[in-house]
């Protein structure tokens, strides 16, 4: 069955860095689309970033982001090792929240890692 796997979080300072993984299994990882959500307390989940899956005619596929992301974050995917990336830069206490990820079409969500931006 599908099954996604998110690791990568953890407690960083403002400022920081860190990179998110997710591991997909249970289905063709290339020929689907991949996001990153993330849900902070008392909060809606909201999309952070998506990745299309690789076509002839853009064989890196295309990337979006939420406009609160935007220079900051950076996704990708390892077709290799069937993971998609998230690599959280200049992160800030506003981007605390679990983050998830998902391949929309399919609808399973993982169990999502914890990011904390604080001081």
């Known amino acids: 069955q599908v099954q996604l796997v998110e690791s990568g979080g953890g407690l960083v300072q403002p400022g920081g860095s860190l990179r998110l993984s997710c591991a997909a299994s249970g289905f063709t990882f290339s020929s689907y689309d991949m996001r990153w959500y993330r849900q902070a307390p008392g909060k809606e989940r909201e999309l952070v970033a998506g990745?299309?899956?690789?076509?002839?005619?853009?064989?890196?596929?295309?990337?979006y982001y939420a406009d609160s992301v935007k220079g900051r974050f950076t996704i990708s995917r390892d077709y290799a090792k069937s993971t998609v990336n998230l690599q959280m830069n200049s992160l800030k206490p506003e981007d605390t929240a679990v983050y998830y990820c998902?391949?929309?079409?399919?609808?399973?969500w993982g169990q999502g890692t914890q990011v904390t931006v604080s001081s």
């Open positions: 998902i391949a929309p079409t399919l609808g399973s």
């Open positions: 990745i299309t899956r690789a076509l002839i005619t853009n064989p890196g596929g295309s990337t």
